[in-house]
């Protein structure tokens, strides 16, 4: 179903993981891609020609999102390749575990700078470009932002700010058309999921009503919804993902 043509998406971290499901997803349904890649643009370059595959139309630009710089950077190369900007996919984040006493500031800033930072900057130059048309902001969050996990306290942190963002941008961006939602994913396999240890990644597994582990498909799917005009009437909501995971 091609009910995103004529627009153009800009996904950040897409890459790899969650990020390139959603890029091919919304590449799927006819939407320009800007995909974003911090380092690995050998990968950034694979997701892209699967889109193009498809028949739509992609690019890769590299920006570390949680520059202020980069990101202004990254929006004006975007606005150059396709003159507009319809969809922005907050998904480049980074998780890192660490008990009360192994907390120290790098590991409070590098989340923090990438996962609320840089999520900011980016809706800052999205909403600047998006116009009169409006625009949809979707925001990865995370279900730790509701049930966070020990050792992992400014992870969560992190994504509970990301929920509240969503919440306080809806409705201060709502008079301008743009639709602020975020999707909340479970225990999801990627490179950031396959780091968990294995006792805590069958914890969760087990605490999965539906009996398995995410699959990054399953993210982009719920994503591309939320892009989509059937989603014209949703709002601030922060929807989970995770097959009814409760950690
Ligand atoms: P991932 O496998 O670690 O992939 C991370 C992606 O982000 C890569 O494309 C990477 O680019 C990019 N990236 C990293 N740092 C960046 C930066 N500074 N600037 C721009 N891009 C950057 O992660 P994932 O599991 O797909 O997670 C994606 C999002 O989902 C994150 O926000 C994460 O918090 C959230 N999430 C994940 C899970 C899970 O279980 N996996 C669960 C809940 C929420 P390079 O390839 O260039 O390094």
């Known amino acids: 179903m091609s009910n995103l043509v004529g627009k153009v998406a800009l996904v950040t971290g897409a890459s790899r993981g969650i990020g390139a499901a959603i890029a091919e997803a919304l590449g799927n349904k006819g939407a320009k891609v800007v995909v974003n890649y911090a380092n690995n643009a050998e990968a950034a370059e694979k997701i892209v020609s699967a889109i193009r595959n498809t028949g739509s139309e992609a690019t890769a630009i590299q920006a570390d999102v949680s520059d202020r710089e980069q990101v202004k950077k990254l929006f004006a190369a975007a606005i150059k390749e396709y003159g507009q900007l319809d969809i922005l996919v907050n998904n480049a984040g980074t998780a890192e575990f660490a008990s009360l006493d192994e907390i120290d500031e790098g590991h409070i800033d590098r989340q923090f700078n990438l996962n609320v930072r840089g999520l900011l900057f980016a809706t800052q130059e999205a909403a600047r470009v998006f116009g009169e048309r409006g625009g949809r902001i979707i925001n990865i969050s995370s279900v730790v932002s509701q049930t966070p996990p020990p050792n992992a306290s400014v992870y969560s942190a992190t994504k509970g700010a990301v929920d509240v963002i969503t919440q306080s941008l809806a409705h201060e961006l709502a008079p301008r058309g743009i639709l602020v939602n975020a999707i909340s994913p479970g225990f999801t396999a990627t490179d950031m999921g396959n780091g968990v240890d294995t006792s805590q990644a069958e914890y969760m597994r087990s605490r999965t009503p539906l009996g398995r582990v995410g699959q990054p498909v399953d993210i982009a799917r719920a994503v591309a ?23």
């Open 225 to 247: 919804f939320l892009a989509s005009d059937d989603a014209g009437w949703i709002t601030s909501e922060v929807i989970a993902v995770s097959g009814g995971i409760r950690l």
